[in-house]
């Protein structure tokens, strides 16, 4: 008790901060979405255009987009997502992997069904957001309908 | 600021220092977005080059360059994003600077000098 008083006094009575960035904890998987929905269009403009120069920047704009994709959905798994929501969502880090490889696939490829896949997996991601109360926990006023 | 200073150490500041101490070397300072009390490490000092997004920043007279220990990886990795250091705030002006750490007098088994890292 003794020890504990004298310590006490000599304690510091300034804290200093090493700190790192903390989440804002915002989450939703809407931004994935809009970012692969981007994808989707530059692939379908694509197909229906022959200019090369047209198809090269529309190549570098989805490939930028889809990188986009991976991060949103990165943050989601690495940040939004606790271990405790593994009870409600089981296939939860199957479903990520499944989807950041997807992303990665349509970042290589002008089909459109890959990258209608990327954006069903990502409809997916929404709905283990929504089961784990995700609006409520993540937006400010929740989603706007 | 890990594994040199880790959460809840007593630290001596020596708050006579009136400029930037070598790099390497840990400092108190405020922080230039927030004001906060905040400990880094001295990478560079005036007219000294850092690299910064892709290029090159030449520090004037009286600025510092400060970083954390924690690379991007281990911040995220212990929860965290990126840490905040020089790389968010830029140079930081000497008015800005409290002190310079010297001595960790607590807990007991870590008690020593801070040692200036080698460049």
Same mark, same amino acid.
């Given at each position: 008790?003794?020890? %504990?008083? /004298?310590?006490?006094?000599?304690?510091?009575?300034?804290? @200093?901060?090493? &700190?790192? !960035?903390?989440?804002?904890?915002? #989450?939703?998987?809407?931004?994935?979405?809009?970012?692969?929905?981007?994808?989707?269009?530059?692939?379908?403009?694509?197909?229906?255009?022959?200019?090369?120069?047209?198809?090269? %920047?529309? /190549?570098?704009?989805?490939?930028?987009?889809?990188?986009? @994709?991976?991060? &949103?959905? !990165?943050?989601?798994?690495?940040? #939004?997502?606790?271990?405790?929501?593994?009870?409600?969502?089981?296939?939860?880090?199957?479903?990520?992997?499944?989807?950041?490889?997807?992303?990665?696939?349509?970042?290589?490829?002008?089909?459109?069904?890959?990258?209608?896949?990327?954006?069903?997996?990502?409809?997916?991601?929404?709905?283990?957001?929504?089961?784990?109360?995700?609006?409520?926990?993540?937006?400010?006023?929740?989603?706007?309908? | 600021?890990?594994?040199?200073?880790?959460?809840?150490?007593?630290?001596?500041?020596?708050?006579?220092?009136?400029?930037?101490?070598?790099?390497?070397?840990?400092?108190?300072?405020?922080?230039?977005?927030?004001?906060?009390?905040?400990?880094?490490?001295?990478?560079?000092?005036?007219?000294?080059?850092?690299?910064?997004?892709?290029?090159?920043?030449?520090?004037?007279?009286?600025?510092?360059?400060?970083?954390?220990?924690?690379?991007?990886?281990?911040?995220?990795?212990?929860?965290?994003?990126?840490?905040?250091?020089?790389?968010?705030?830029?140079?930081?002006?000497?008015?800005?600077?409290?002190?310079?750490?010297?001595?960790?007098?607590?807990?007991?088994?870590?008690?020593?000098?801070?040692?200036?890292?080698?460049?």
């Amino acid at each position: 008790m003794t020890f %504990r008083r /004298i310590a006490s006094a000599f304690a510091p009575k300034t804290t @200093v901060h090493a &700190h790192c !960035d903390l989440p804002c904890g915002v #989450y939703d998987p809407e931004q994935a979405r809009i970012e692969a929905e981007s994808c989707y269009r530059i692939v379908e403009k694509y197909a229906a255009n022959e200019d090369p120069a047209y198809r090269t %920047r529309a /190549i570098g704009i989805k490939e930028h987009r889809a990188d986009l @994709v991976k991060h &949103h959905i !990165d943050v989601l798994w690495h940040d #939004y997502f606790k271990p405790e929501h593994l009870e409600t969502v089981p296939n939860l880090h199957d479903l990520f992997w499944q989807a950041t490889k997807q992303a990665s696939k349509v970042k290589a490829s002008n089909d459109l069904a890959d990258a209608k896949r990327l954006l069903e997996l990502i409809d997916e991601v929404d709905a283990a957001w929504k089961a784990t109360g995700g609006p409520a926990k993540t937006r400010v006023a929740g989603r706007p309908g | 600021m890990l594994p040199d200073i880790e959460p809840g150490d007593w630290l001596l500041v020596d708050p006579t220092t009136r400029s930037w101490p070598r790099p390497g070397s840990v400092v108190v300072f405020r922080e230039p977005d927030s004001g906060m009390l905040a400990i880094k490490r001295v990478r560079a000092r005036s007219g000294e080059r850092v690299p910064f997004n892709g290029g090159y920043i030449a520090l004037r007279p009286d600025e510092a360059w400060l970083q954390a220990d924690a690379s991007v990886a281990m911040a995220q990795g212990a929860g965290f994003g990126p840490p905040i250091d020089s790389d968010r705030f830029g140079p930081v002006p000497v008015e800005l600077l409290i002190g310079r750490v010297w001595f960790r007098y607590g807990p007991l088994h870590r008690i020593g000098r801070i040692r200036r890292a080698p460049g």
